[in-house]
């Protein structure tokens, strides 16, 4: 190609970008998180835009940064005290060039249009490089479960359901957990959903449990799906989790199954927290304590150091960053690491951090990784074997036929390296080599573009 053209396509696309992106955020005013991650996409869009004038010419940028569909809705429900409470009901269906939209509900005090659009968004291209048939959605309400006795959670979640089990279904949208929604939200919401329809459609949801269909590692997809892409991205490098001194935040779904593969790879996990704080166990983090505080007698993390008494537990959850690691998984929340956190675990000798949560790190820590030659593994890429084992819990419940878990442990373990490859491939086809924002961002756009133009203006 002509570089003078190149160039010129180059720009064509940045002020594309630029003038989409104000749109975005010019019509959706104060959702802070929704702009952050379209502008983390959008941005790292430029190369594959300069060199495919259609997306532009067929508008797929103004298209994809609008919601097919954002329900909101009232959800009222009666407390144990007999007070009447009222919460605030999301789903944002987002885009379903590839299949059924797909995404789990949170239910945490901080949901809002923002946080929601901004998961759904990223489901988007998460989804489209698992390689399977789904499309991105996303919901929650602003519930806060902690505290709750059993009989709230239900009487909260038939509520919810019984206003979205008009929106959901097999082929059309199917909600899984996030934060705040594990088995026991998940199976009170199936639960009523099959009341209401009079049916057993047991694909509309995913992370049901076991014993109803429910998919054999789906539990721990998502934290087993973390290391593993992790452990491509530093043997690429020649290094491993062997000997390797981890620190892994939050201490919920997926920090657990990440603590749990980290040290069977022979990393040694020194650190994890909940939202109050940390706890740090210089002998390695035990396992089977935090998920048994955790999963079953969902207490706080400041109660490991009752039964390993040489750990210490440190008020608030940020200070976590400052522990010196080789490599940092944040599995909590978004922007749990800013560009000061950044900084510190760059002096403190960092040599790969994976996101485990969604959009954990902010656009300015980024910048800092890539700057410092950290390696970065993103959370769409990096995080999306919880959603693929989804989507194998869909298959299994259409064959009405179960794997076993090393079968669909197996399958993640490929589907994670194949996530690695598509992505560095996209990063050196477009010439940013080893960046794997731009390649993971470029694979799942590509997929869901071409797509959306084989459909039509819809
Ligand atoms: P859980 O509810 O099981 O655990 C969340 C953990 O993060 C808890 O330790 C919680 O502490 C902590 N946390 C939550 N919010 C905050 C906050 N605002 N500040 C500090 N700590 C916080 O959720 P998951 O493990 O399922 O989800 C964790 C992250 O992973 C989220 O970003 C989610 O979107 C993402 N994710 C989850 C997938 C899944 O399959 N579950 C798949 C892909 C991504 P506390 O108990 O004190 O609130
Ligand atoms: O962010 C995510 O990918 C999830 N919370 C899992 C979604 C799913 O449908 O399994």
Request: charged share 25%; glycine share 12%.
């Amino acid at each position: 190609m002509n570089p003078m053209y190149d160039e010129q396509n180059v720009a064509g696309a940045r002020k594309y970008v630029q003038e989409v992106y104000e749109t975005v955020v010019n019509r959706n005013p104060h959702e802070r998180e929704f702009h952050q991650a379209v502008k983390e996409i959008f941005d790292s869009l430029v190369p594959i835009l300069a060199k495919v004038p259609e997306y532009r010419q067929l508008g797929i940028l103004e298209r994809i940064s609008e919601p097919e569909r954002l329900i909101t809705f009232r959800v009222p429900w009666v407390d144990d005290s007999g007070k009447v409470q009222v919460n605030r009901g999301f789903r944002v269906q987002f885009n379903s060039a590839l299949g059924p939209y797909k995404g789990g509900l949170r239910f945490h005090p901080s949901v809002n249009a923002s946080i929601i659009k901004f998961l759904g968004f990223e489901q988007i291209f998460k989804n489209s490089l698992t390689g399977q048939s789904i499309g991105g959605g996303k919901g929650g309400s602003d519930f806060d479960p902690k505290g709750k006795s059993d009989g709230e959670i239900m009487r909260f979640a038939q509520s919810f359901m019984t206003e979205l089990y008009k929106y959901v279904g097999p082929d059309l949208d199917v909600p899984a957990g996030d934060i705040g929604v594990g088995a026991r939200e998940i199976g009170f919401m199936f639960g009523q959903y099959k009341r209401i329809r009079g049916g057993y459609e047991a694909g509309v949801f995913t992370g049901k449990g076991i014993g109803y269909g429910g998919s054999l590692a789906r539990k721990e997809a998502t934290g087993y799906g973390t290391v593993y892409f992790v452990d491509e991205m530093l043997q690429s490098k020649g290094l491993s989790f062997d000997g390797a001194k981890v620190v892994v935040s939050g201490s919920g779904n997926v920090a657990i199954y990440a603590i749990q593969k980290a040290t069977q790879f022979g990393g040694k996990v020194v650190a994890c927290s909940d939202s109050d704080g940390f706890v740090y166990d210089e002998h390695g983090i035990r396992f089977e304590t935090v998920q048994r505080l955790k999963e079953v007698e969902r207490k706080r993390i400041s109660e490991y150091v009752k039964e390993h008494p040489h750990a210490i537990y440190v008020e608030g959850c940020e200070k976590i960053w400052s522990i010196p690691c080789d490599i940092a998984l944040p599995c909590a929340t978004q922007n749990e690491i800013d560009e000061k956190a950044a900084k510190l675990l760059v002096a403190n000798g960092v040599k790969a951090v994976g996101e485990g949560a969604n959009m954990p790190s902010t656009l300015e820590a980024i910048d800092v990784f890539h700057n410092a030659g950290v390696l970065f593994a993103p959370a769409k890429a990096a995080n999306a074997g919880g959603v693929a084992v989804s989507a194998l819990e869909m298959s299994q419940n259409s064959m009405r036929f179960s794997w076993r878990f090393h079968e669909v442990d197996d399958k993640l373990r490929e589907i994670m390296k194949n996530i690695y490859k598509d992505s560095i491939q996209a990063a050196e086809e477009f010439g940013y080599p080893n960046n794997l924002v731009v390649g993971s961002n470029i694979a799942g756009f590509r997929k869901v573009a071409d797509a959306m133009i084989a459909h039509g203006i819809i």
